[in-house]
């Protein structure tokens, strides 16, 4: 631990916080930011001359990659409060980013040595065994780093003149032509793509296989659920459909038949499917952990009973101390308490039930987040969240808390448990990493901390920004689909109003018969819910990396084809998701 390591950590989570809310909030996709640090600490440690970085560079890592765990927290819960109407204060994201991260660290540390070490050899990792790789191949070259620079300054220039000056659109429609228009309004089948290298980018990273899985669902709504209710326009009711709806939008009401246009159909009929194939999905991903939740209350009664073996611990065995961490607890649980009451809740007795509620469900989950990223690197934090929020609403209805204040508590609830649950699992990898390269864990579960100070700060300027730039509803709004699935389902729970519930039962029923035939559900269900221009670009990407990683013969060509291929990669995501955030500040300042 040195001031520079500190320094650029720090330095990497404000950046990468602010890149990956951008990027989350409108495509639904949180990039892991973990490779991207890793590289650029590399790189920066070796132009620079600095020589044995490898333990700086894990502190670097392990700093900096707070940004995507706070970022998910975050976005996936509390734009819902813009969405449903209600305000959120810059304290109230802050705080809740904050709190949800801290309780996420000391819920998880009992736990590292089953993972890191009993378990070892026995999970994959394949995000920490993917940075490990880099931090410890990539000591001493200059190349990776440069050309990581080099594709960030292309796709944020990029991004930048195409959102800032609008010197072209950023999203290409068969609108645009004759037959494209015809085809729209008489078949209502349209194709839409965005150009952005970012998008672009994520693609690569995501593969086609998983790319594949999104188009998937999104070809199913847009081109087979769309166009067929569209065939009945002349023979239902637009009124009568948007009753049995429940829509409430000013416009439609003024003008029904607008509802039988592709992108209506899309929104009020294709996403509400999406929501009920993400709940399913987060359902079905809890219950195939069932058993690690168990297993975990065991786990931590030992652990927290402060039982310790025999011998002098190693140094790379070395956690902060149990009673530090029980104080730590002790002090974020208060802190919550006071946070709900002050800021949130009427009276100390609900802030009580809601303090119950986030300590039970983080503690029982956290071990299931961290399962899923050591199993396949990916977290169900969004299906957790959801269950996480439908259990508070009905426990904060029971006690006589509903209407907007209920609204409000729930999902600050939902933030602080969404926060906990992503920050466990993206800390495990961190610690594992550490574990392979020999770091002090005690070190890095210190340092953690900071980091997560200086994401939640960021990423709550950062949201505020977004919401007063672009907002969460309306014409050119951010997509914020797990945001946007929270609101839904809270919405009807809190004020009794009209469900499309048919709705999410067929998505749910869908997600369930895709999951009896081995389909990963999630993804699907993402692709019915993000818009078609997001998803489209995916698959791009996705065909890129395939054919890149594919046309040689040779299998050590097609993994440093691959791994190039990578880096530019995340160079566009990182540069065009910054400049996002510039082009947004620059609106929000008035800037012309």
Same mark, same amino acid.
């Given at each position: 631990?040195?001031?520079? *390591?500190? $320094?650029?950590?720090?330095?990497?989570? +404000?950046?990468?916080?602010? =890149?990956?809310?951008y @990027? /989350? %909030?409108?495509?639904?996709?949180?990039?892991?930011?973990?490779?991207?640090?890793?590289?650029?600490?590399?790189g920066?440690?070796?132009?620079?001359?600095?020589k044995?970085?490898?333990g700086?560079?894990?502190?670097?890592?392990?700093?900096?990659? *707070?940004? $995507?765990?706070?970022?998910?927290?975050a +976005?996936?819960?509390?734009? =819902?409060?813009?969405? @449903? /109407? %209600?305000?959120?204060?810059?304290?109230?994201?802050?705080l809740?980013?904050?709190?949800?991260?801290?309780?996420?660290?000391?819920l998880?540390?009992?736990?590292?040595?089953?993972?890191?070490?009993d378990?070892?050899g026995?999970?994959p990792?394949?995000?920490a065994?993917?940075?490990?790789?880099?931090l410890?191949?990539?000591?001493?070259?200059k190349?990776q780093?440069? %050309?990581l620079?080099?594709?960030?300054?292309i796709?944020?220039?990029y991004?930048f003149?195409?959102?800032?000056?609008?010197?072209?659109?950023?999203?290409?429609s068969?609108r645009?032509?004759?037959?494209?228009?015809?085809?729209?309004?008489?078949?209502?089948?349209?194709?839409?793509?965005?150009?952005?290298?970012?998008v672009l980018?994520?693609g690569?990273?995501?593969? %086609?296989?998983?790319?594949a899985?999104?188009?998937?669902?999104?070809?199913?709504?847009w081109?087979?659920v769309?166009?067929?209710?569209g065939?009945?326009?002349?023979?239902?009711n637009?009124?009568?459909?948007i009753a049995?709806?429940?829509i409430?939008?000013?416009?439609?009401?003024?003008?029904?038949?607008?509802?039988?246009?592709?992108?209506?159909l899309?929104a009020y009929?294709?996403k509400?499917?999406?929501?009920?194939?993400?709940a399913?999905?987060?359902?079905?991903?809890?219950?195939?952990?069932?058993?690690?939740i168990?297993?975990?209350?065991?786990?931590a009664?030992?652990?927290?009973?402060?039982?310790?073996?025999a011998?002098?611990?190693?140094?790379?065995?070395?956690?902060?101390?149990?009673?530090?961490?029980?104080?730590?607890?002790?002090?974020?649980?208060?802190?919550?308490?006071v946070?709900?009451?002050?800021?949130?809740?009427e009276?100390?007795w609900?802030?009580?039930?809601?303090?119950?509620?986030?300590?039970?469900?983080?503690?029982?989950f956290?071990?299931?987040?961290?399962?899923?990223?050591a199993?396949?690197?990916?977290?169900?934090?969004?299906?957790?969240?959801?269950?996480?929020?439908?259990?508070s609403?009905?426990?904060?209805?029971?006690?006589?808390?509903?209407?907007?204040?209920?609204?409000?508590?729930?999902?600050?609830?939902g933030?602080?448990?969404?926060?906990?649950l992503?920050?466990?699992?993206?800390?495990?990898?961190d610690?594992?990493?550490g574990?392979?390269?020999?770091t002090?864990?005690k070190?890095?579960?210190?340092?953690?901390?900071?980091?997560t100070?200086?994401?939640?700060?960021?990423?709550?300027?950062?949201?505020?920004?977004?919401?007063?730039?672009?907002?969460?509803?309306g014409?050119?709004?951010?997509?914020?689909?797990q945001a946007?699935a929270?609101?839904?389902?809270?919405?009807?729970?809190?004020?009794?109003?009209?469900?499309?519930?048919?709705?999410?039962?067929?998505?749910?029923a869908l997600?369930?018969?895709?999951?009896?035939?081995?389909v990963?559900?999630l993804?699907?269900?993402?692709?019915?819910?993000?818009?078609l221009?997001?998803?489209?670009?995916?698959?791009?990407?996705?065909?890129?990396?395939?054919?890149?990683?594919?046309?040689s013969k040779d299998?050590?060509?097609?993994?440093?084809?691959?791994?190039?291929?990578?880096?530019?990669?995340?160079?566009?995501?990182?540069g065009?998701?910054?400049?996002?955030?510039?082009?947004?500040?620059?609106?929000?300042?008035?800037?012309?």
């Amino acid at each position: 631990v040195t001031p520079y *390591s500190v $320094g650029m950590g720090i330095l990497m989570a +404000i950046i990468f916080s602010a =890149a990956a809310a951008y @990027l /989350g %909030l409108k495509v639904g996709q949180v990039f892991e930011a973990a490779i991207p640090i890793a590289i650029i600490a590399v790189g920066v440690g070796t132009m620079t001359g600095k020589k044995n970085m490898l333990g700086q560079n894990v502190i670097i890592q392990s700093i900096g990659a *707070s940004s $995507g765990v706070i970022v998910a927290g975050a +976005i996936f819960t509390l734009p =819902a409060l813009y969405i @449903l /109407g %209600l305000e959120a204060q810059f304290y109230q994201i802050f705080l809740s980013s904050l709190l949800g991260g801290l309780l996420g660290i000391v819920l998880l540390i009992p736990f590292r040595k089953y993972f890191v070490k009993d378990m070892h050899g026995k999970y994959p990792f394949p995000e920490a065994t993917a940075t490990t790789e880099v931090l410890v191949s990539g000591e001493g070259q200059k190349g990776q780093a440069k %050309l990581l620079a080099v594709s960030g300054l292309i796709g944020g220039l990029y991004d930048f003149i195409v959102s800032t000056f609008g010197l072209w659109t950023d999203t290409i429609s068969t609108r645009i032509t004759a037959w494209g228009a015809h085809l729209a309004d008489n078949f209502k089948t349209v194709f839409k793509l965005n150009t952005s290298a970012a998008v672009l980018g994520l693609g690569y990273i995501v593969g %086609l296989k998983y790319a594949a899985f999104i188009c998937a669902g999104s070809f199913l709504v847009w081109f087979l659920v769309v166009p067929m209710v569209g065939s009945f326009e002349s023979s239902i009711n637009p009124e009568s459909l948007i009753a049995l709806l429940g829509i409430t939008d000013a416009r439609l009401l003024a003008n029904p038949e607008l509802i039988f246009t592709p992108e209506n159909l899309f929104a009020y009929i294709g996403k509400p499917l999406g929501i009920g194939g993400i709940a399913m999905a987060g359902i079905i991903g809890i219950i195939r952990q069932a058993g690690i939740i168990k297993q975990s209350l065991g786990m931590a009664v030992s652990e927290l009973g402060g039982k310790k073996s025999a011998g002098e611990t190693k140094r790379t065995d070395k956690d902060i101390s149990m009673k530090v961490i029980l104080s730590v607890l002790i002090a974020v649980l208060v802190s919550v308490l006071v946070f709900f009451r002050v800021g949130v809740l009427e009276n100390w007795w609900l802030s009580a039930v809601a303090l119950i509620v986030v300590f039970v469900i983080a503690f029982l989950f956290t071990t299931v987040a961290a399962n899923a990223i050591a199993i396949v690197g990916s977290n169900p934090v969004s299906g957790m969240t959801l269950m996480t929020l439908i259990l508070s609403s009905l426990v904060l209805v029971s006690v006589g808390l509903e209407g907007q204040s209920g609204m409000t508590a729930a999902m600050i609830i939902g933030g602080v448990v969404c926060t906990a649950l992503s920050m466990a699992g993206g800390f495990i990898t961190d610690l594992k990493i550490g574990y392979w390269i020999g770091t002090t864990p005690k070190k890095q579960e210190a340092w953690k901390f900071l980091g997560t100070v200086v994401s939640a700060a960021t990423v709550a300027g950062v949201m505020m920004i977004l919401n007063k730039t672009y907002g969460f509803t309306g014409e050119g709004a951010l997509v914020a689909p797990q945001a946007n699935a929270m609101a839904a389902v809270i919405k009807p729970l809190m004020t009794g109003g009209t469900t499309p519930w048919m709705l999410y039962f067929a998505g749910a029923a869908l997600a369930l018969i895709l999951t009896m035939i081995g389909v990963p559900a999630l993804p699907f269900a993402l692709g019915m819910f993000i818009p078609l221009e997001l998803n489209a670009p995916l698959l791009v990407g996705g065909l890129i990396s395939w054919f890149v990683t594919t046309r040689s013969k040779d299998e050590e060509v097609n993994k440093a084809r691959g791994s190039r291929g990578t880096l530019i990669a995340s160079g566009f995501i990182a540069g065009g998701a910054l400049m996002g955030v510039v082009s947004a500040v620059l609106k929000y300042a008035g800037v012309d």
